[in-house]
């Protein structure tokens, strides 16, 4: 189904809230070839909101992390709406850690609302799990490229966006918090929504202007499957040039990347 145009910034964050666009697993399956999925952190438990394994991008070995809210009722309260658990951070690390070990380079694909602010989860460590992701993520010697697919909310989409190369799809957003948040704190008032999210700079052209993303892909237009080819040729080019530095190179690029937002 073509996406149709969108003009507003909060038109763009319905969009990648709209239940029918395809979330991590949809990338996976059509642009991963012989993907395996491994399954735990080795501390707790499975966070199923997160899939994450190993597989090929036209034949180059690949370590894949992906969010994923699932489609059908029943999937979605499984994968508990795309809310990660500190036990799907903490598998990412593992897989992450592992990729490095192998010089495999990794793709995330980010699309939550947050992560899950449950009691159950704070109890188990959710801040730190988020912020052993930031600080290990900063210093890994693999090339590493995120894909806000979807919703990128606050720190629970930080935890995979440390990298070498962020790439946005157009009608995606990507912001320390939603919309109604904002407007809740500010002005008491969530129907200000619209207007929050044009103060945020939330959209995928705001944050390219920003130097917090180095891509856009367009959807205006464009099949899923479309978007899915345009993606991949951007992800092949990346890892191509990535993966001809060195780990200290690789290292000093991301410190650079970093270092240049918002100048």
């Not at 394994?53 to 034949?59: D, E, I, P, T």
């Not at 899915?228 to 040039?241: H, Q």
Request: aromatic content about 6%; glycine content about 10%; charged content about 25%.
């Amino acid at each position: 189904m073509a996406i149709a145009d969108v003009k507003t910034a909060y038109e763009r964050v319905q969009a990648a809230r709209n239940g029918k666009r395809p979330m991590g697993s949809y990338y996976i399956e059509h642009m991963i070839d012989d993907f395996v999925e491994l399954h735990g952190d080795r501390r707790f438990g499975d966070d199923a909101a997160i899939v994450a394994g190993v597989g090929y991008l036209n034949r180059i070995p690949v370590t894949v992390i992906a969010m994923e809210r699932g489609d059908t009722i029943e999937e979605r309260m499984k994968r508990n709406f795309g809310c990660p658990e500190p036990e799907g951070y903490r598998k990412a690390l593992r897989l992450m850690k592992e990729a490095e070990k192998f010089r495999r380079p990794v793709i995330c694909f980010i699309g939550s609302s947050g992560a899950y602010c449950g009691i159950e989860a704070e109890k188990r460590g959710q801040g730190l799990a988020i912020a052993e992701n930031l600080y290990e993520m900063m210093g890994l010697k693999t090339p590493v490229i995120s894909v806000v697919v979807g919703e990128g909310g606050s720190g629970g989409a930080l935890a995979l966006g440390v990298c070498d190369t962020a790439i946005m799809l157009e009608n995606a957003v990507y912001s320390v918090i939603s919309p109604e948040g904002c407007a809740s704190i500010l002005w008491k008032d969530a129907s200000k929504a619209p207007e929050a999210a044009a103060h945020l700079k939330l959209t995928s052209y705001d944050l390219l202007k920003f130097d917090v993303v180095e891509k856009v892909i367009p959807e205006t237009g464009k099949t899923d499957r479309e978007i899915c080819s345009a993606l991949k040729a951007v992800l092949m080019t990346e890892i191509t040039r990535l993966s001809q530095m060195t780990p200290e190179a690789l290292l000093d690029h991301r410190y650079e990347k970093f270092r240049k937002i918002g100048g």
